[in-house]
């Protein structure tokens, strides 16, 4: 969840992607958040220690043995420090995380000043001084928290995915995670959104699909089917059609013949209304096998 309001309550939307795939969901408040103890968040530093927590009790007590995450903002960044020193993690969802604190936070400063001054500043020593409030508050560096970094030492499958309107947290820190990743990773790019509120059906379809097929519990045209099932039967018209539309990126992101391929936004010739995304490859392809789709 985000640093600011969110909570276990953000992670209801997953339910009806992740369980009709027979993927079981642990959802839970970081310190600091939520109906946690703790006086503030740590943008991840201390927040991945309360994944290493969740995860051992899993493990001890229910006795999982696949596991991956799901994180957004905060629990995002926390996901990625986690996974750079657990290696037995299956997969990770990857919503909307930054790339490097202390980057931020002079981004975010030299933004603050003009709107405060009215004064473009070259520089400002007010990151430096938030930096040494924070050690002495918190009890941690910023320039510690690094998930670019902590990208390089993760070889787990990864879904990476932001709002094309967050304006917190500019384009460049996901391109640079997923750069700096090792393992098999997508980054996807959702229109019109923000970081906060709701992600649209199609992606957390897309979503629950890479997920399950990570964790071993459904193969992926299992996984596909069954979301897309589930979903019509509980969602408008309108959403059945959005999910419809997540579950064949994800089977086209599947497929080595669609690799190099993008998707276009371009209205159908002689038909009104606005464009509808098409598949637009960059040369003929071949594909042998065989694609599916179950009304």
């Not at 992670?11 to 939520?34: N, Y």
């Not at 006086?39 to 006795?63: A, K, M, N, Q």
């Not at 309107?165 to 990773?185: C, F, K, M, Q, T």
Request: contains cysteine; hydrophobic residues 45%.
């Amino acid at each position: 969840h985000g640093a600011a309001a969110g909570c276990r309550l953000d992670a209801f939307e997953l339910v009806p992607a992740l369980l009709p795939l027979g993927v079981a969901l642990a959802c839970f408040d970081f310190s600091g958040a939520g109906e946690s103890g703790g006086d503030f968040v740590s943008c991840g530093f201390y927040e991945r220690d309360d994944i290493g927590v969740v995860l051992s009790y899993l493990r001890g007590t229910f006795g999982f043995m696949k596991l991956g995450l799901w994180g957004r903002s905060t629990g995002a960044v926390a996901a990625l420090l986690h996974a750079a020193r657990d290696p037995s993690l299956s997969g990770m969802v990857v919503d909307s995380p930054f790339a490097d604190l202390w980057e931020l936070t002079k981004e975010l400063c030299l933004a603050a000043l003009p709107a405060a001054t009215g004064v473009n500043f070259p520089f400002s020593p007010l990151p430096h001084v938030v930096r040494l409030v924070v050690q002495q508050r918190a009890g941690f560096d910023i320039c510690s928290v690094c998930p670019r970094k902590a990208s390089s030492r993760c070889r787990m499958p990864a879904l990476f995915s932001r709002g094309m309107e967050d304006a917190l947290v500019a384009s460049w820190h996901l391109r640079a995670i997923h750069a700096a990743y090792r393992g098999p990773a997508h980054a996807v790019e959702l229109p019109g959104l923000t970081r906060e509120g709701p992600r649209p059906t199609s992606f957390l379809a897309r979503a629950a699909a890479f997920l399950a097929s990570t964790l071993g519990e459904a193969r992926a045209a299992e996984a596909a089917e069954a979301t897309g099932v589930q979903q019509q039967v509980r969602a408008p018209p309108s959403q059945a059609q959005s999910t419809c539309l997540g579950l064949v990126m994800e089977a086209c992101a599947r497929c080595s013949a669609y690799r190099g391929a993008k998707f276009l936004h371009c209205g159908l010739p002689g038909v009104p209304g606005p464009g509808r995304p098409h598949r637009a490859a960059q040369c003929p392809v071949r594909f042998t096998g065989r694609v599916t789709f179950r009304a």
